[in-house]
């Protein structure tokens, strides 16, 4: 018995390395990197982007998103068969949160939770097809990634997607028509009504999808003014909310404003504050989004909020969600 075993090993094992190399295209998988997001040395500048945010590859290959920025950002794939999925909450996931490594196959959706600089996620794809990719705290910042056939050949290595990354993270970095110094905000400038711009940037778009520029900044001078007078915050920003919250932090969801805000004729958002010590928070500072077709309207948003000051002092404060970025300021209100 042993010798007739011994004597068939070499046709058996022949046929076993026939056998794996007729598979091995299939089983030799590649794994390929994409970056997410990007900033500026002090934070202020934030791409909301994927970077790249067009991939080609064959299926049965990986897609390892690195974050690497301090503003959160989800890598998403939302169900895109039978019927296309409506865009879920980003804080409920698309239900729930996926585990990492995900399998995406346009049949059920997968998400990562809201993420920041130093996460990675994989996402394995079985099947050929066009799968966009979108982040569900932006709805600007979207990529695709073109899942081919093993027989169909790839235009692109994982270094030109490197070299791509990097020159689309420089374009969107450096991108804004207007010159607003976002970083004058220490220079103090006096004037009889403050006016402070609220964020800022620009959304641009490329065949893979839209990427968008966000100033998370007040920009412009510190407003000086004089005790019994006003400044106005007006959002600038195509994309992202901001809150202006002097004093204690408004504990849970920082959507609604603190109770001393109350509404003006033309739809801003208006507080006294009397002292240093006092707590306002302007709830969110934005501007209505696009309306889309088969969508309800969009109600219009608030785009500014008034203080008026009537005692003098410095008065910092925060955007409650972008203070981590370095998103401060103060107001220096004279006798
Ligand atoms: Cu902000």
Not at 216 to 234: D, K, L, N, S
Not at 293 to 309: C, D, E, I, K, Y
Not at 323 to 335: A, E, H, I, N, Y
Request: net charge negative; charged share 15%; with cysteine.
């Amino acid at each position: 018995m042993q010798s007739v075993y011994f004597n068939r090993s070499p046709r058996f094992i022949r046929w076993i390395v026939l056998l794996a190399i007729a598979l091995l295209p299939q089983v030799a998988s590649a794994q390929w990197h994409a970056t997410v997001g990007a900033q500026s040395a002090n934070m202020g500048r934030q791409a909301l982007a994927f970077l790249p945010n067009e991939i080609w590859i064959h299926e049965g290959d990986t897609i390892t998103w690195k974050f690497s920025a301090g503003e959160i950002h989800t890598v998403s794939f939302l169900a895109a068969s039978p019927t296309t999925q409506l865009r879920p909450a980003f804080s409920d996931g698309c239900p729930g949160f996926s585990s990492d490594p995900a399998w995406f196959d346009g049949s059920a959706c997968v998400s990562t939770p809201p993420l920041v600089k130093g996460s990675t996620f994989t996402v394995r794809f079985p099947a050929a097809g066009n799968f966009k990719l979108v982040c569900l705290v932006h709805p600007d910042m979207t990529g695709v990634v073109h899942v081919l056939e093993l027989s169909k050949p790839l235009p692109h290595t994982q270094y030109f997607y490197d070299e791509e990354a990097e020159a689309q993270t420089r374009a969107l970095l450096s991108d804004m028509d207007r010159e607003e110094n976002e970083d004058r905000h220490s220079a103090e400038r006096h004037s009889d009504e403050g006016q402070v711009i609220v964020g800022g940037g620009e959304i641009s778009t490329n065949p893979g999808g839209a990427s968008t520029l966000s100033i998370m900044r007040f920009v412009g001078h510190t407003p000086v003014i004089h005790a019994g007078q006003t400044v106005e915050w007006g959002s600038d920003d195509p994309e992202d909310p901001h809150t202006i919250t002097f004093g204690t932090e408004p504990a849970g969801d920082p959507f609604p404003p603190s109770g001393n805000v109350t509404m003006g004729a033309d739809g801003a958002r208006h507080a006294i504050i009397n002292s240093t010590s006092d707590s306002v928070h302007s709830g969110f500072i934005f501007a209505a989004p696009q309306d889309r077709t088969g969508l309800a309207q969009s109600p219009l948003s608030v785009t500014r909020f008034r203080v008026t000051f009537t005692h003098p002092g410095t008065y910092p404060y925060i955007c409650a969600l972008h203070d981590t970025l370095g998103m401060k300021g103060k107001v220096v209100v004279l006798p």
